[in-house]
């Protein structure tokens, strides 16, 4: 079992920055992928950036790359994810999740059905 606790999110202007954390706990942090997700009113969750285990693999998703950065320090427990350049349409709830290492999960990492825990969201506003 995993318990994943956001922190971080808030209101800020366009072109401003936000760092999301989240805290994980009941596991070895490194023994779990941790992907960061995100859901406005009315949309299905989607996918935004994903970090191995061990964090030497990172993925995006296009709208993000370049902007967002995924990263963990598994030494706190606890699994980051920079965003820089917001723009309105990244107004969501933001959620971290995590996946038990699994040799297929490289393959399905975007899938929301890839995480067997999840965080209970932070809210992100993005003003224009």
Request: aromatic content about 14%; hydrophobic content about 30%.
């Amino acid at each position: 079992q995993v318990e994943l606790v956001e922190s971080g999110g808030g209101l800020v202007q366009t072109g401003g920055s936000l760092r999301l954390s989240c805290a994980a706990s009941g596991r070895t942090f490194s023994s779990v992928h941790m992907g960061w997700f995100r859901q406005a009113p009315g949309s299905e969750r989607q996918f935004v950036a994903a970090i191995t285990g061990g964090g030497g693999r990172q993925y995006y998703h296009p709208s993000v790359k370049g902007r967002f950065t995924v990263s963990r320090d598994n030494a706190k427990s606890t699994g980051y994810l920079q965003m820089n350049s917001l723009k309105f349409e990244d107004t969501a709830v933001y959620y971290c999740a995590a996946a038990p290492l699994r040799s297929d999960w490289n393959g399905y990492y975007y899938q929301p059905s890839a995480y067997d825990y999840w965080g209970q969201g932070t809210q992100v506003t993005v003003s224009s």
